[in-house]
């Protein structure tokens, strides 16, 4: 694809922050614990973001950075092994992985030069991941947790291995490592380890002998880690995301390894076969992606190959080289599918971007939080981008889940048009005020002339 067709704005779009990373990280890594540093802010945000799991006893805690540690008046390290010193007494876990936030790049905090040392005083190994607001996107966080992990993965010292060693990288449920490591196994092809793994102790072995390749589009700097750092060599494919994703992504494999993939194709039509109820919803739609979490492209690319226009796709960060087979099977599903290539726009200026919407009025508008209401309620169909970063997206067995989250708001009731609305609130006027009939020479604003409704404000008092 021709790098000079993407597009840029450097305007103002809306994203979560990368500390919130935590929330699938740590059921990923079962034995962990996040200790986030920052303020108040940050606090907040996780208590409103992630609260919903605190009945589950998570392994994850704030760290809340006060007037004197801004100020340089306390010593952060006493503070640190405070806390870590209890929770290795409350949980052992067998890694505390810091998230560094905005504030502690803006006081230069050194907790790169704090945690070696700490970690020979606990006996516990102290990961830093600066996953902070200063990133493109939300998920951005899980991308600098890999990269500093990858720089604990013991090195590799060969072994008894049918094929070169490989090992995947990406933060997936346990279910989806399973489908994806039987799918390479019936090509002949073994996965000698996941980044991350359930257990910190069974991280994967890298080195110059070892491939490495990725399933999620916002781990660039974990693929530049991995090669330049541990001198793995990478294998540049698209994106285990829907039937067609999964079959390119282990031919890209195979072809690595020099193996012939077997009963690929007919696996893939077999698939999408058994999608065609989905497909039939999706099919002559058109779709608007407004970008929030960096899997845009290998989304757009799904729509497309199940029968929907794209008009743009908005990312608010992507690495072409990364992402340069995705990029290439994008055009090459366009081109199969006889439609024309998504705008490309990379930091999107959502005030340009509903601008473009009003015009081209998609079926269906791909948005974060902070969008989807107000386009919901001029009378567009939507779905929060969130909802996709905790989905089961990868593999062949995925796609029909990821059909039914897609599917949801085009099979949702759609709501009356604003004029059919305006007429219908007219009349509910007209009959609940007899004397004025007769009063009201235009019943299609009759609404306008309504008193404001009274609201009452109920203060909850949280003290008991």
């Known amino acids: ?191 000698t380890g996941w980044l991350p793994s359930q257990r910190y102790s069974d991280l994967p072995a890298v080195g110059e002998d070892v491939y490495a390749c990725g399933i999620n589009p916002f781990l660039s700097r974990t693929a530049i880690t991995l090669m330049r750092r541990r001198r793995c060599k990478m294998i540049s494919s698209p994106f285990p995301i829907g039937p067609d994703g999964t079959r390119a992504w282990i031919e890209k494999i195979c072809e690595v390894f020099g193996i012939q993939p077997q009963g690929l194709q007919e696996r893939e039509q077999q698939i999408w076969a058994q999608l065609e109820d989905y497909i039939a919803v999706m099919r002559g739609k058109s779709a608007f992606l407004m970008g929030d979490n960096l899997l845009e492209i290998s989304l757009a690319r799904f729509l497309i190959r199940c029968g929907m226009i794209v008009h743009e796709v908005g990312i608010p960060y992507m690495d072409a080289r990364f992402q340069a087979a995705e990029l290439q099977l994008l055009e090459s599903t366009c081109r199969a599918a006889q439609v024309p290539m998504p705008r490309i726009v990379t930091k999107p200026d959502n005030f340009y971007q509903i601008q473009r919407m009003r015009d081209l009025q998609p079926d269906l508008a791909i948005t974060g939080m902070a969008l989807a209401n107000p386009l919901e309620a001029r009378g567009m169909a939507t779905k929060w981008s969130v909802e996709l970063t905790f989905w089961q997206l990868h593999g062949f067995a995925s796609a029909r889940d990821l059909l039914e989250l897609l599917t949801r708001p085009l099979r949702r009731a759609r709501k009356p048009s604003r004029k059919s609305s305006r007429l219908q609130l007219s009349k509910l006027y007209k009959l609940s005020n007899p004397s004025r009939r007769q009063k009201l020479s235009n019943p299609s604003r009759a609404h306008l002339r309504r008193r404001p409704r009274q609201i009452t404000y109920f203060w909850l008092d949280q003290t008991e």
């Not at 760290?63 to 052992?92: M, P, S, T, V, W």
Request: glycine share 6%; aromatic share 8%.
């Open 1 to 191: 694809m021709d790098l000079q067709h993407l597009e840029c704005e450097t305007g103002i779009y809306h994203t979560f922050c990368p500390i919130s990373c935590v929330a699938w990280l740590y059921q990923r890594v079962e034995d962990s614990f996040f200790l986030v540093i920052g303020t108040k802010t940050c606090g907040y945000f996780l208590q409103n973001a992630l609260g919903v799991m605190i009945f589950a006893e998570p392994r994850y805690a704030m760290a809340e950075l006060e007037e004197g540690d801004i100020a340089a008046q306390l010593n952060d390290y006493h503070e640190l092994r405070r806390l870590c010193a209890q929770i290795q007494q409350d949980r052992n876990p067998s890694v505390i992985v810091w998230i560094g936030t905005c504030t502690t790049e803006i006081i230069k905090m050194d907790l790169e030069g704090m945690a070696p040392k700490l970690q020979a005083e606990i006996g516990i190994p102290i990961v830093v991941a600066r996953a902070n607001g200063l990133d493109y996107a939300f998920t951005q966080g899980e991308d600098t947790v890999l990269a500093a992990m990858a720089q604990r993965c013991p090195s590799s010292t060969g072994g008894p291995f049918q094929t070169p060693p490989l090992i995947i990288f990406g933060s997936v449920p346990a279910t989806v490592v399973s489908q994806l490591t039987l799918e390479l196994a019936r090509q002949q092809i073994q996965i």
